[in-house]
């Protein structure tokens, strides 16, 4: 794991790696047939993946515990409200309800796949420069987690799982120096932070992704409820059968 | 996280640096020296509580990894395994500083082990399979031990956080900057085999007042050397493992920690117990599976390598014999079906008693077309495992009618 972050901060250091341009990456697509219906769907909310750090100057993620539990206390409710505001029944995700968990378990595997899954169309379906050719067909989005998530522990309790991401790295005061001399002197643009998030839906008895939003311009400060207000409207955006819709574009900082 | 061995980062980054030539001009690795002698184990001062902002922030991952981790299918959660392996732990380390570690033993066929800065110690079984006695294992465990003592995760991090951000400002400077941009990330690299080596001392401490053989350490880097330059040889590149350290190798080469660590395992007289046949006991029948794990890695040369080793211990057994025919089976080259079937013999004649040796044997048989003898072992098999996962497909093989429960087909 920080052989990863070294690597990552190393090839962010040395190499200045722009930003990917936003226009080549398509952001959202639902499944045909879901069918979610207020006041009827169930849903079960998984645990979210949510890490809040800064960007160190040479580009190093730096974790910070404190902003991370605010994010996840802010996110959670936002999330819970959001849903509820729209008719929809939420489920907790089990051993968060039950507080065990141990070896081998299902929804811990689940909650690891899914990311795998949710890269991967971001890369080769959503990156319009990197679409397969079998993603190339008109309304098609088959992807599926496997049909043995219907026999998780609770599954049976809900009709879809939701699954969220996000991470932050904000960036230190040397990141938005080097950042500002970096584009004056020479002109090369680094990144000033990380900002990503994606959410996504997952038919509980299929295990088919019927809906994914990866909107790779995530916005809102996470660390404040404002923020988390935006941030969750972002990810929950046209969310199948309900009235979400992207919150207005905030000016940038 | 620390790991325990022979860790690279990306192929990018090292054919980044090889592209450079400035690299050949900065000042190496200083030579290891090794210490006069085994470094005292520090005063315990109790199990870790993260301190400051950046030790909370890697704490806080590690608890999101442990979490994955724990629910993993790759976890080994046979109590009797993880008793013996916690055992060996606390054995090494001692009682005290054994309750600060949460053990994880992971089904992965690769020589490695980990340590995170929370407590978090994984062990794969490819570090099980090839320790040849219980005071290697307590030497590995020690060495992730001693890195979580010592806080190298945290240490690690702001050192490659000074690092990144040395070579960030570096950049700014025109052509000479590059070169002191490497140089601020080699620093990194050094500082990382620095810890490594610490911790390998610190690990060997443990090893020596535990009353285990100091001596074994060593060899365990002499066998991943060799292991790994017959897997080399036979892919048909030069053997070369382990002899040099890459630009951007986290650890130092196995050569020269098998050196260090031998160097110092003769200064500590060494008199203690390689623990060879508990380490047998303790494993118990993961030896085998772990075997077969091993076999299906599709590394020819450096699984002939390690079943030979083992039988220089433990003599050609039925079981290694049986391995060593699935290792020739697979691979299927021409003549590979012949010699299959004659080490599964060789097997059943030492009374090798697994019904997958009669599998094997079946299967090759049938390869080269000796159809009843084949048909024979298959139907063997089949009695004693008629619950195979593939006994459909084999019962067909072997002749044998479709099972009566079949119902019709549409």
Redesign the interface.
Known sequence: MKRMMVAAGLALATLAVPALPVAAQEVARVRDGVTITPGQTRIMIMQPNIKVGSMSTGGLFEPNAEWTATARKLIDAQVRQQLAGQGITLVAQPEIAAGSDGPQNPVQQYRALFPVVAKAVMEFQFFLGNRLPTKKRPGVFDYTLGSGIASMPGAQDADYALFMFTEDAYGSAGRKAAQLLMAGLFGVAIAPGVHVGYAGLVDLKTGDLVWLNADPEMGGDVRETDGAVKRVGQLLANFPGTKLTAPAPAPKK | ???LGL?R??A??LL?GAALPVAAQLPAAPAAAPPAQLPPIPAWGGTLE?QD??E???????A??E??I????F?I?DPALNAYVRGVLCKAVGADRCQSVRLYVMRVPVFNASM?PNGMMQIWSGALLRMRGEAELAAVLGHEFAHYERRH?LA??KQ??A???????A??IPIAGLAV?LGA?QG?FIYNQAQEKEADLGGLSFVQRAGYSTAAFADVWERLIAEEDAGRVARGQKPRAGRRSGFFA?HPPSAERMTYLRALARQAADTGDPGAASLRAGLGAWFGRFLEDQVKLNDFGGTEWLLADLARRDGWTGQLLSTRGDLYRLRGQDGDMAIAAGLYREALAKGHADPETRRGLGLALLRQGQQAEGQAMLKAYLEAKPDAGDAAMLRMMAGLPSPATAGPTQ
């Open positions: 996280m620390k790991r860790a980062l990306s990018a980054l980044a993260p902002r950046d909370r922030g890697l704490w806080m991952m590690s999101d990894d979490q994955l724990r629910g993993s299918r976890v959660d995170h995760s690690g991090f490659a956080r690092a990144t951000d040395a070579a960030l400002w950049a700014f941009s990330l990194f986290t």
